[in-house]
């Protein structure tokens, strides 16, 4: 996948390129952005005291920085300040469904961004990488909720991950035997499409009678969440 | 989360330890069961090369061992043998809206395996954790499709993850600030769900007129897909 503009191009390094399914591979920052977009729950890769884990975490995106809650990480980041992380983000579109078993796949959209997180400790930097992570997810909430107090602030570990280092896979479409010898066994292929949509609000039982949702949560029903 | 049969607890380990959110942790086989069985595609962690990469692929489980193609991972497990990998599942189930943002959160329910692949080279062996992958994935298909000739079995490289060592996390429910100072805040607080469907089937542009959809895939059309 050739990028529409050279000038939204990542770099190549040793990590982002494409050694398999090279067709599927990008380093277009717009595909980067629309796939980070897309999504709020990231899978990060990291070594803690020797042992690699791949952690599921909320993330936020500001299109050079990525924000994530380092309690998990940062331990691990205190024991080594080199250590390199892995952030993976997948959308998973449905399975393609092919004549033969060898040819069946999934559509999905990944991201995968690499890089040494760094511990965000200015106030400014920390306030503002909160709300990126709190909007990203919930465009709307930040102005709504009570903010972080100085004392919550603290209490966070916030990392910043630069999104330099990243490389993009996307498949879409049909299975690929449309035209192979396979294609005469007369069996159905295609896709079976997945889709994720933000479902009816369900009001905490504690809430008080008389409290609406806003408009900013109620226009998400329904609609499709990647 | 206590196991609710002692017999089907998974044992601790020093990577399965919940160190954090301990009431999110569990160790119980059933709950392992269900998160595998929710889902085909899991973040792979494994160290390539001296590069730690999250790796979204297909995965099946038959209760006790976990398949995955290896195709990337093989590579580094040739080179060390005795690396080890930890794979996650993730299902996303809704955005927690609190009444601070200190206290936003995600309902998820989450599975770790650690361990270290076997690399399958046994044909029988090979062929049932083809079917497993298939069948995980998309059951019924296997009996449909074509299935793998000689050839494309040995152009697979099949890895198996015993799910001895694992741990699963659950978040579920409303958010904890219900009874805090800022319930009286008079914000709405909640929860958005996340819901994943299976959307209408996508025939292959080049399939001949005539042909339908079997059964197994036109039943999961509009049903919940975790």
Chains 1, 2 share one sequence.
Not at 86 to 109: I, K, P, Q, W
Not at 130 to 135: M, P
Not at 158 to 186: H, Q, Y
Not at 194 to 213: F, M, N, S, Y
């Amino acid at each position: 996948m050739d990028s529409a503009n050279p000038e939204r191009e990542l770099p190549v390094t040793d990590r982002t390129r494409h050694r398999r399914f090279r067709e599927q591979g990008s380093l277009d920052r717009d595909q980067l952005d629309a796939i980070l977009g897309a999504g709020f729950i990231c899978h990060l890769g990291v070594t803690v005291e020797g042992t690699l884990m791949v952690i599921p975490t909320v993330y936020g995106s500001d299109g050079s920085t990525l924000y994530f809650h380092g309690s998990v990480a940062s331990r691990s980041l205190l024991a080594s300040p080199d250590a390199t992380v892995c952030v993976t983000v997948t959308h998973v579109d449905g399975l393609v469904l092919a004549r033969s078993v060898f040819e069946h796949g999934v559509n999905y959209r990944s991201a995968m961004v690499y890089g040494t997180p760094r511990l965000v400790t200015d106030p400014d930097e920390k306030l503002a990488g909160l709300r990126c992570l709190t909007e990203h997810a919930t465009p709307g909430q930040w102005d709504y909720a009570r903010r972080p107090s100085r004392k919550e602030i603290a209490a966070t570990a916030l990392l910043a991950l630069s999104l330099n280092e990243a490389s993009v896979k996307i498949r879409t479409g049909a299975p690929d035997d449309g035209d192979s010898e396979d294609a005469r066994l007369g069996l159905w292929a295609g896709v079976l499409p997945l889709r994720a949509t933000w479902g009816a609000l369900e009001p905490d039982p504690a809430l008080p009678e008389g409290v609406e949702a806003p408009a900013h949560l109620t226009k998400r029903v329904g609609a499709p969440a990647n």
